[in-house]
Nanobody, 123 residues
Framework: VQLQASGGGLVQTGGSLSLSCAAS????????MAWFRQAPGKDREFVAT????????SYADSVKGRFTISRDNAKNTVYLQMNNLYPGDTAVYYC?????????????????WGQGTQVTVSS
């Protein structure tokens, strides 16, 4: 599967952004999907994951209550709605896909990655 992330940009503290990740192929519903992010000089970190059917979601503590992950299997797209952003959320955001059903908050299960989209939050 090929992934194409979009929707990043520049926003002020307290603002909102919505990211999208479009997947190619006809097997999107067989993949658990996730968003990760990487700030300059830092390791890539987990943000959120959603199960194949969309019935299960999980979030990093740092974004819980502010970010919402969702998916539309008919459109082969996963979304990340980000509200109440602050400068600590500044990073390149990556979408990822895996058919595995374990370790979904970790990097290792994901074997497909999008190219990343920059999110910058100004103070």
């Amino acid at each position: 599967v090929q992934l194409q992330a979009s929707g990043g940009g520049l926003v002020q503290t307290g603002g909102s952004l919505s990211l999208s990740c479009a997947a190619s192929g006809r097997t999107f519903s067989t993949y658990n999907m996730a968003w990760f992010r990487q700030a300059p000089g830092k390791d890539r970190e987990f943000v959120a994951t959603i199960s194949k059917s969309g019935g299960f979601t999980s979030y990093a503590d740092s974004v819980k209550g502010r970010f919402t992950i969702s998916r539309d299997n008919a459109k082969n797209t996963v979304y990340l709605q980000m509200n109440n952003l602050y400068p600590g959320d500044t990073a390149v955001y990556y979408c990822a896909a895996t058919t595995r059903d374990y370790g979904l908050a970790q990097l290792y299960p994901y074997n497909y990655w999008g190219q990343g989209t920059q999110v910058t939050v100004s103070s």
